[in-house]
């Protein structure tokens, strides 16, 4: 079935630093790809996407392209800040409409000033 | 939007005991999913609907789960007996159809459950 590999935390860095989180995925046909933010205490928040290949998806300065061929969405970010500290989930979706999402298991980021 | 919205926030409940979550979805969305956070598992979708109808039930653990949602603004996740294991963090989401990515799931806050 389909499924989501992300790369295990904690992933600790200091405030400026570069930010990568890598996700790969296993899935049937061409599913969109998802990252969720989770802040502490609180439910998940959508924080970019991408629905075909070579799309890059972008917010608040995360990035993330979407990568058929080696079937990746690593997650980037130039510059770190303290409030990007929370928990990160890489996700997909099947093609059909309205399934439900499959996520990974987060990675916790922890970002020092 | 309010959002979606969940109660309680926090449970704290005994072996055995039987508990009802709450949710109601964003207005106008046609999807609602059920979902459920632990260290070992991270999430897992257990139930979703679509116009109130059960889709993919296959999530559920075992019988002790049962969800409902008997109109668009209102379902229900409960577990009946409860046990020590069920403690995690459950967490509704809702959604338009459509086709596409552009059916967001919108998360609610999560209510954390745990057993004694």
């Known amino acids: 079935g389909d499924s989501v590999t992300q790369m295990e935390g904690p992933v600790t860095l200091s405030e400026e630093a570069f930010l990568t989180i890598n996700c790969t995925y296993t899935?049937?046909?061409?599913?969109?790809l998802f990252w969720y933010v989770q802040y502490p205490g609180e439910g998940l928040q959508l924080l970019l996407k991408a629905t075909k290949a070579d799309d890059k998806g972008s917010n608040k300065g995360f990035e993330a392209t979407y990568r058929k061929e080696t079937t990746s969405f690593h997650l980037e970010k130039g510059s770190v800040q303290v409030s990007d500290s929370a928990v990160y989930f890489c996700?997909?979706?099947?093609?059909?409409?309205?399934?439900?999402?499959?996520f990974g298991k987060g990675t916790t980021l922890s970002v020092s000033s | 939007d309010a959002g979606v919205i969940q109660s309680p926030r926090h449970e704290v409940t005994e072996m055995g005991q039987e508990v009802t979550l709450r949710c109601k979805p964003i207005?106008?969305?046609?999807?609602l999913f059920w979902y459920r956070q632990t260290m070992m598992r991270g999430l897992e979708l257990l139930i979703y609907?679509?116009?109130?109808?059960?889709?993919?039930d296959s999530g559920m653990p075992e019988d002790r789960f049962s969800a409902k949602m008997p109109n668009a603004s209102f379902s229900t996740l409960k577990i009946q007996p409860s046990e020590p294991r069920d403690s995690a963090v459950y967490f509704c989401?809702?959604?338009?159809?459509?086709?596409?990515?552009?059916?967001?799931?919108?998360f609610g806050p999560g209510t954390r459950l745990t057993v004694l």
């Open positions: 207005s106008g969305h046609d999807y």
């Open positions: 899935a049937t046909g061409y599913p969109s």
């Open positions: 609907f679509n116009n109130n109808v059960p889709i993919d």
């Open positions: 989401a809702s959604s338009r159809g459509g086709t596409g990515a552009n059916n967001e799931q919108f």
């Open positions: 996700a997909l979706r099947s093609g059909q409409a309205g399934t439900a999402l499959i």
